[in-house]
């Protein structure tokens, strides 16, 4: 076996020989060792020819020690900024009880000046054993005069106390906005219950950070990417949120003083792409690192938060309970104007939509985009297409839309989906027949919404049972998917989403070097059939971005 050049040989600047490496290279998928000089993979091959390139005293040479190596993964739908800066909130994820969650609110209260916010996030009441959401009330007694906003885990609901809610002027006579609800109870008295765009009548009260604090918050959690194995990220926009320019100007700056070690491909809200139009800005604006990338738009809401559309009501929980389709978050003639413009100007169009009812509706759309307009740079996306019609499954492949889905949502939902879809369950994350569809798919995280950890989705695509549950079987078992595949969706499927093939996804001559290490083998876990935690607790024991190890 003789080496892969990317032009003629130089002496490396480093090379990792004596390892398995899975180049994700159809031409040559699998190598024992691969070189690299000046952020870039210089040669690829065997131990021998790839060894016989190093110069004493100019080459680093590392021991992989027959270790699994992959291209550095990407994390195609992570709301990167939201998560930084939530590191620093109080974590309710893990919280079993609404008197859990509670307490911990109250240790931070007892830290926190009167009058200055408290923000957390991650709560879910399905994990409680329990269906109604916590009150205004309940945190008021815990919080006393000081604003508090606690986000539910699919970040589309959350409940703000009362101090929270005279801050943004929310009172019983407060209307909804279009596209949000306030709950009220059968009195009519706001709750505290927050959903969709009404999060942010409060959440726009709370005070920025500074530009400092931004880019501390930004570098922690490209810290914590690393020590998962992520080196790129497709940055994802929060909805009726103005975080995208605070985002990329943290971007920037990290970049100027070369902190920025994260290829970020940043969507753009679409109230933003009038104005970067007229500058004559499109997507893929940018270089290798940080670059524009789809404008994103939202259909519905979450399945958790019962907001997502659907063809047909969720389950009703109580029997007085009112047939509930979830909603539109926006208007369906607004959102097919705002596609078929965006569109027009030539940039490709990313769609949150989560309920059967708005895939069907946003599909409808891009159908008529494909017959009327030009393609664009990149395929158009569907964000999550979590609930969808069998008999739509097959369209994503027919329009050309990749489909970006997170496959960790499975075994996070699956006990919620039971309760509010019932059998229909069967019609979420159907990876297996998107894929025999021949369907494009692009793998990531939703955090914070879900666990940024890319080896708990690897192992929910895998198995699709919960990862310290495995007793309960495959939920659906039929619509899992192998671990090439996998792999695949994590690192090239997510690099065609977004026009990086060329730079990044495979451990190919000429492209950047950003490449992995693992303490187990992924693949022989996968072949000799998965039993317990053996894939979602997989450690990275290396990361390399642009040939350095970070």
């Known amino acids: 076996m003789s080496a892969s050049f990317a032009s003629l040989p130089t002496a490396p600047d480093l090379i990792l020989h004596n390892a398995r490496i899975y180049t994700v290279d159809e031409a040559r998928p699998w190598i024992e060792a691969v070189a690299i000089r000046k952020h870039r993979i210089s040669a690829v091959g065997s131990n021998e020819d790839v060894l016989a390139l190093a110069v004493d005293n100019a080459t680093r040479i590392i021991d992989g020690k027959g270790r699994l190596v992959l291209p550095g993964l990407c994390d195609a739908h992570i709301h990167f900024y939201d998560w930084s800066i939530g590191l620093a909130e109080v974590q309710l994820a893990d919280t079993t009880s609404k008197a859990e969650m509670l307490d911990l609110i109250a240790a931070r209260a007892a830290e926190t000046p009167p009058g200055q916010w408290i923000v957390g996030r991650g709560w879910n009441e399905s994990r409680w054993g329990e269906t109604a959401f ?114 990329r100007a943290a971007y920037q700056r990290l970049l100027a003083r070369k902190q920025l070690k994260l290829r970020v491909n940043s969507n753009v809200a679409a109230h933003e792409i009038g104005c970067l139009t007229e500058l004559g800005l499109h997507s893929g604006f940018g270089n290798d690192y940080l670059r524009l990338g789809h404008v994103k738009f939202f259909s519905d809401g979450s399945m958790g938060s ?17 047939d509930n389709l ?19 100007l030539g940039w490709p169009v990313s769609v949150h939509a989560i309920g059967d009812g708005a895939n069907r509706l946003v599909m409808d ?8 307009l030009p393609p664009p740079r990149v395929p158009h996306r569907i964000e999550h297409v979590q609930i969808v019609d069998p008999a739509d499954l097959p369209r994503m492949n027919e329009i050309g839309l990749t489909a970006s889905v997170q496959p960790i949502h499975v075994t996070d939902d699956m006990d919620t989906a039971d309760i509010l879809l019932g059998e229909r369950g069967a019609t979420m994350y159907n990876f297996r027949t998107l894929l025999d569809s021949g369907a494009h798919l692009a793998l990531g995280s939703d955090a914070p919404v879900s666990d940024p950890n890319p080896f708990l989705g690897m192992h929910a695509a895998l198995t699709r049972q919960r990862h310290a549950r495995m007793a309960r079987g495959p939920w659906y078992g039929d619509e899992r998917i192998t671990m090439a595949e996998i792999v695949y969706g994590y690192t090239l499927g997510a690099a065609e989403a977004v026009g990086w093939a060329d730079r990044i996804g495979s451990i190919t001559p000429g492209k950047r070097a950003d490449l992995i290490m693992l303490d187990r083998d992924l693949f022989a876990l996968a072949e000799a059939g998965v039993s317990g935690d053996e894939i979602a607790t997989t450690q990275v024991v290396l990361t390399i971005f642009d040939g350095e190890e970070v």
């Open 134 to 247: 916590p009150t205004a009330a309940e945190l008021d007694a815990v919080t006393g005069d000081r604003p508090g906003l606690f986000s539910r885990s699919d970040m589309h609901g959350a409940v703000a106390n009362s101090a929270a809610l005279r801050a943004a002027g929310v009172d019983d006579n407060t209307p909804n906005p279009p596209g949000g609800l306030i709950e009220r109870d059968a009195a009519g008295h706001a709750t505290g219950v927050l959903k969709e765009l009404a999060i942010g009548l409060v959440g726009r009260q709370i005070p920025n950070p500074s530009g400092a604090t931004l880019d501390e918050a930004i570098l922690a959690g490209q810290a914590r990417l690393h020590q998962l194995g992520v080196t790129a990220i497709h940055d994802q926009r929060m909805k009726d949120e103005d975080d995208g320019p605070q985002a």
């Open 306 to 322: 019962r907001t997502a559309r659907l063809l047909a009501p969720f389950e009703k929980l109580a029997e007085d309970e009112d």
């Open 326 to 344: 979830g909603i539109f978050i926006t208007d369906p003639e607004d959102l097919a104007a705002g596609m078929t413009q965006a569109a027009r």
């Open 365 to 372: 759309v891009f159908a008529e985009i494909q017959v009327t």
